[in-house]
């Protein structure tokens, strides 16, 4: 362990989306940091869990490893722990996993989890067994009860259903924040520039379930932030290819090939359509820009801040 995370406190989950539950978990475990004077690291596992035992139905990663620790990192936990779940981690007894790693490698101080964290060789292990053997050890144990918002569980699978279906704001809300992703930018066949719109274009994994569609954006280039306005789709009037994010930047010029940005959806303002001509698509793209400028002039719902910049 670095010296900076010696006797830790440990929040530990798959936090995938690191939502409004998550966050409650993890302001516990910094309540509990803090009565003991320790630092505050957070422990999750890659890949997820569910990809290593069904690897034939990969799972929409809402926050990739990278854009957790950015996100944490902004939420001002001291660090992040990484497990690789492999097979030796899947057979790993419940019992082994407190002893040897937790309470042993991490000489953790104290350790925060949510009500349905199952771990260990047939997810035999609960948050009860971690409390029990933190109390034996004399260390401290949180377990955080579920949280619910409209009526509904805050949960990772909500928030991808949400986002494939295009209900962005509902989203956002279970959240707790704009949704967001990182992404690198690519050559692309430069169709954008010819239609006086050029494009940054995103490639995102093939198991984003994310709804094709105009969307209006928020995106982080080198620390700062601009509005923009992407589609996320096949290009129906030109090719019909694999799906691309292509992001038009209203104040930027310069060269972004191989840069790293955060994006920030906002919202969703139509569908993908398919034009009978260039000249429709081009009037339609000046409505999309219009439009999206009117809602990014709006201030971010009081319950779904922006995180940008990162």
Same mark, same amino acid.
């Given at each position: 362990?670095?010296?900076?995370?010696?006797?830790?406190?440990?929040?530990?989950?798959?936090?995938?989306?690191?939502?409004?539950?998550?966050?409650?978990?993890?302001?516990?475990?910094?309540?509990?940091?803090?009565?003991?004077?320790?630092?505050?690291?957070?422990?999750?596992?890659?890949?997820?869990?569910?990809?290593?035992?069904?690897?034939?139905?990969?799972?929409?990663?809402?926050?990739?490893?990278?854009?957790?620790?950015?996100?944490?990192?902004?939420?001002?936990?001291?660090?992040?722990?990484?497990?690789?779940?492999?097979?030796?981690?899947?057979?790993?007894?419940?019992?082994?996993?407190?002893?040897?790693? #937790? %309470?042993? *490698?991490?000489?953790?101080? $104290?350790?925060? =989890? /949510?009500?349905?964290?199952? +771990?260990?060789?047939?997810?035999?292990?609960?948050?009860?067994?971690?409390?029990?053997?933190?109390?034996?050890?004399?260390?401290?144990?949180?377990?955080?009860?579920?949280?619910?918002?409209?009526?509904?569980?805050?949960?990772?699978?909500?928030?991808?259903?949400?986002?494939?279906?295009?209900?962005?704001?509902?989203?956002?809300?279970?959240?707790?924040?704009?949704? #967001? %992703?990182? *992404?690198?930018?690519?050559? $692309?066949?430069? =169709? /954008?520039?010819?239609?006086? +719109?050029?494009?940054?274009?995103?490639?995102?994994?093939?198991?984003?379930?994310?709804?094709?569609?105009?969307?209006?954006?928020?995106?982080?280039?080198?620390?700062?932030?601009?509005?923009?306005?992407?589609?996320?789709?096949?290009?129906?009037?030109?090719?019909?290819?694999?799906?691309?994010?292509?992001?038009?930047?209203?104040?930027?010029?310069?060269?972004?090939?191989?840069?790293?940005?955060?994006?920030?959806?906002?919202?969703?303002?139509?569908?993908?359509?398919? +034009?009978?001509?260039?000249?429709?698509?081009?009037?339609?793209?000046?409505?999309?820009?219009?439009?999206?400028?009117?809602?990014?002039?709006?201030?971010?719902?009081?319950?779904?801040?922006?995180?940008?910049?990162?």
């Amino acid at each position: 362990m670095p010296a900076a995370l010696a006797h830790p406190v440990v929040v530990i989950g798959n936090f995938d989306g690191l939502h409004r539950g998550h966050r409650a978990v993890i302001e516990a475990g910094r309540t509990l940091a803090l009565k003991l004077g320790r630092p505050l690291a957070v422990l999750t596992f890659d890949p997820h869990p569910r990809s290593y035992f069904r690897p034939d139905e990969p799972v929409f990663r809402l926050t990739p490893d990278p854009l957790k620790a950015a996100i944490l990192a902004h939420w001002g936990v001291d660090g992040l722990m990484i497990l690789s779940f492999d097979a030796a981690m899947a057979a790993t007894t419940a019992e082994d996993f407190v002893e040897k790693t #937790l %309470f042993g *490698a991490m000489d953790a101080s $104290g350790v925060a =989890i /949510g009500h349905d964290f199952h +771990f260990g060789k047939g997810r035999q292990g609960s948050p009860h067994f971690i409390a029990e053997r933190a109390t034996a050890k004399g260390r401290a144990a949180v377990i955080v009860p579920p949280l619910t918002a409209f009526d509904e569980p805050v949960s990772s699978t909500a928030i991808r259903t949400a986002l494939a279906e295009g209900d962005l704001p509902h989203a956002n809300h279970l959240l707790g924040y704009r949704y #967001l %992703f990182q *992404a690198e930018v690519r050559h $692309g066949e430069k =169709i /954008g520039r010819t239609l006086g +719109f050029p494009t940054a274009n995103l490639r995102l994994p093939p198991e984003n379930s994310l709804m094709e569609g105009i969307y209006a954006v928020r995106v982080e280039v080198d620390g700062t932030v601009h509005d923009g306005v992407a589609s996320f789709g096949r290009r129906p009037t030109f090719d019909n290819g694999a799906p691309l994010f292509e992001i038009w930047l209203m104040d930027f010029s310069g060269d972004l090939y191989g840069k790293t940005l955060n994006v920030e959806c906002v919202q969703r303002q139509r569908g993908e359509l398919k +034009f009978d001509s260039v000249e429709a698509l081009i009037e339609q793209m000046h409505r999309d820009a219009v439009d999206a400028k009117a809602i990014l002039a709006a201030p971010p719902a009081p319950e779904a801040p922006s995180l940008l910049p990162l």
